[in-house]
């Protein structure tokens, strides 16, 4: 299976444990080395930047800074879910933020205007899926909108793949 294929057939499309065929449980996902930031597959147009965005400062003004992404995620996972680093928890430009840190399984979970999702951490990689509630999702024949409870699974599930085979 390519890296490509995870992130269509694993977090994107899915047949679960019970059979049920999930068809767009994710708007993006993304499979990237932990190390060398080394894009494996993503989602088109989605991924993990490096460049200026706008940023809120705890006085409350707005100054234009050069965020790292992949920079500040690792910083989170070293530091219980919480990054130092100035903008925060961002993806694709959007500001996230954590919801809950799972410090054993390695699992960031987030939200943002609109959606969340979800960051789980292997020996080699970070499996990164996001969802979006205005985005439809189907479940066999029945369409639910994209929810935090799928995008969860479908990380967590890959991930304890990938700790299974040593990635």
């Known amino acids: 299976m390519s890296w490509n294929d995870y992130i269509e057939n694993k977090l994107v499309n899915v047949v679960?444990?019970?059979?049920?065929k999930l068809v767009n449980v994710l708007a993006?996902?993304?499979?990237?080395?932990?190390q060398d930031g080394a894009v494996w597959a993503a989602t088109q147009n989605f991924g993990l930047r490096n460049e200026p965005v706008d940023v809120t400062l705890d006085d409350g003004t707005v100054k234009k800074e050069t965020v790292n992404?992949?920079?500040?995620?690792?910083?989170?996972?070293c530091n219980n879910g919480d990054t130092k680093k100035l903008?925060?928890?961002?993806?694709?430009?959007?500001?996230?933020?954590?919801?809950?840190f799972d410090n054993e399984r390695k699992v960031m979970y987030l939200k943002k205007s609109g959606g969340g999702g979800c960051i789980a951490?292997?020996?080699?990689?970070?499996?990164i899926g996001v969802f979006e509630t205005s985005k439809k999702m189907?479940?066999?024949?029945?369409?639910?909108?994209?929810?935090?409870?799928?995008c969860n699974k479908v990380v967590e599930?890959?991930?304890a793949y990938f700790l299974s085979i040593g990635y």
């Open 121 to 127: 951490l292997t020996g080699k990689a970070y499996i």
């Open 138 to 150: 189907k479940r066999d024949d029945t369409e639910e909108n994209q929810n935090p409870g799928y």
């Open 28 to 34: 993006h996902a993304m499979i990237v080395g932990n």
């Open 16 to 20: 679960d444990s019970n059979n049920h």
């Open 69 to 77: 992404e992949l920079f500040n995620i690792a910083d989170a996972f």
């Open 157 to 159: 599930e890959l991930q």
């Open 87 to 100: 903008g925060g928890i961002r993806i694709n430009k959007e500001k996230f933020y954590m919801t809950n």
